[in-house]
């Protein structure tokens, strides 16, 4: 069960990492947030008087098209650990904030009042995802659902050669995650996503300089110079655009 999440930063370095990019994110996730807002509603059905709480909601951009897509009554309760996000989402319409990581917040049977808890492309960040799971089995209620996205190691964005491992060990082990949940005795249905993105390389490599995934914090300056050179190079020399997708595993749990 420790190899669900394979964690290459602390938290504390994680949350530096994020303060780092607060300002910059919401701009390098907007395409990715967009394609995840339409996998959400897709696969959720949403009652207008749902209370859903957003764990790792981050700046609360994704956490307010949410609220305005399902057309919900009640605010979205973001919960993070990153202060410097959070002031950002409370400026959100439908966006209520709560500091907290994941495992804070689970612990405590009174948070479990939620109907929809979403966890979009930050389980990987969780310290202990099977004490978190294990408190799902035990104190979820009937009729509510966790619904998780998280990629898979065999991404095929178009990073450079040293950034792939760093992304795949930075990663949660979906397999390992789904044994864990159904071994509990909790009902898990997974899917493959794909979200396509359209850009200019120059955005891209953009993105990649501002770190906007956490697994590029563990490469140097020249780290990442050496390696838009080497796209450059070998794949986006005589392109201006480029069209990618981003592979995501949906997961949805709930009782049986």
Known sequence: MDEIGKHTLTLGKTLECYRATTNAYDEAYSQTHEEMVKIVLGKIQFGE????????????SLT??????????????????????????????????????????????????FDKALMLSCIHHFSDPFTIFKKWAEWLRPGSTCFILTRPPNTTLPFFRKAIP?????????????????????????????????????????MLRMRYMSHLHNLTDQDI????????????????????????????VCQK
């Open 49 to 60: 008087n749902d209370f859903v709480v957003d764990i790792g909601g981050g700046t609360g």
């Open 225 to 252: 110079e050496e390696g838009i050179a080497e796209l450059e190079r070998e794949k986006f020399f005589d392109k201006l655009n480029i069209t990618m997708v981003d592979n995501i595993t949906a997961i949805m």
């Open 64 to 113: 307010q098209a949410i609220y305005r897509g399902a057309r919900l009554k009640r605010n979205i309760l973001c919960v993070d650990p990153c202060e410097s996000m959070l002031t950002l989402a409370i400026q959100n319409d439908g966006v209520t904030s709560l500091k907290s990581t994941a495992e804070e917040f689970f612990s405590h049977k009174e948070n479990y009042a």
């Open 166 to 206: 760093f992304f795949e060990k930075s990663v949660a082990d979906v397999p390992a995650m789904v044994d864990c949940l159904r071994h509990l005795g909790l009902k898990v249905e997974v899917s493959e996503e794909g979200m396509v993105l359209n850009m200019s390389k120059h955005r891209w490599y953009s």
